[in-house]
């Protein structure tokens, strides 16, 4: 059972670039969501989806995008990279909004 | 808004000895409760929950107990293991308001455990 799965697992931009951190999770699970990890704070949600078609931001979304065309994929695109959002970045599945969260291993950015 | 305050780190033990991580939370409502650990190099994987007032959730020797008159849910363990070493989350979900399916985390506990 593969669950909660990113792609890639480290990446390196230079400021300015784009990119698209991909996530897919096989459980048939309706919200998945987006957080960042920052030493010190914590993860912050980044978006979330509430079902294929739906989405919404989270607490943190400047400078991110994302769409969900299907239950299974909810990717997460960075529009003009910059130093701030180096980070290590989690997608999160679960069956409801409200119940416990499985997450993927994480991809590690840095942007220079 | 919801708030969760950890017991800052690291918390440094020896094999077998007795662990507490000190959670506290603010949040409106009836708020679900977590604790996620996080081994080096990955994602986040639930310990345990309680999702009501005086449940206890447990998990490989782990317990927490959803304490709603002092907002707390400490973790603890008996006997802790090299192989517990890791960074622990206390999280909240809090159905109401605007935090739809919003996890809220604490900064994260590191603990390391030598032999």
């Known amino acids: 059972n593969a669950g909660v799965t990113q792609t890639p697992k480290f990446q390196v931009l230079k400021t300015g670039q784009s990119m698209t951190l991909q996530c897919a999770q096989d459980m048939n699970h309706e919200y998945m969501s987006w957080y960042r990890q920052d030493p010190g704070m914590g993860l912050r949600l980044i978006h979330y989806?509430?079902?294929?078609?739906?989405?919404d931001q989270g607490e943190v979304p400047n400078g991110y995008n994302v769409s969900r065309s299907t239950t299974e994929d909810f990717p997460l695109r960075l529009l003009s990279a910059a130093p701030s959002q180096t980070s290590v970045y989690f997608c999160?599945?679960?069956?409801?909004?409200?119940?416990?969260?499985?997450f993927g291993q994480g991809t590690r950015l840095t942007v220079v | 808004g919801d708030s969760v305050t950890q017991m800052e780190g690291p918390v440094t033990l020896s094999e077998e000895a007795f662990l507490t991580i000190n959670c506290t939370y603010t949040?409106?409502?009836?708020?679900?409760l977590f604790w996620y650990v996080q081994y080096p190099g990955e994602g986040l994987q639930l310990l345990l929950k309680a999702t009501k007032a005086d449940d206890k959730g447990s998990n490989k020797g782990f317990e927490a107990t959803y304490r709603k008159e002092t907002t707390s849910f400490h973790l603890e363990k008996g006997s802790v293991q090299v192989s517990d070493s890791a960074v622990y989350f206390c999280?909240?979900?809090?159905?109401?308001?605007?935090?739809?399916?919003?996890?809220?985390f604490g900064q994260g506990t590191i603990l390391t455990v030598h032999p």
């Open positions: 949040a409106t409502g009836y708020p679900s």
């Open positions: 999280a909240l979900i809090n159905a109401g308001g605007t935090s739809y399916g919003k996890l809220t």
């Open positions: 999160a599945s679960s069956y409801r909004a409200n119940t416990e969260a499985f």
């Open positions: 989806s509430v079902g294929a078609g739906i989405t």
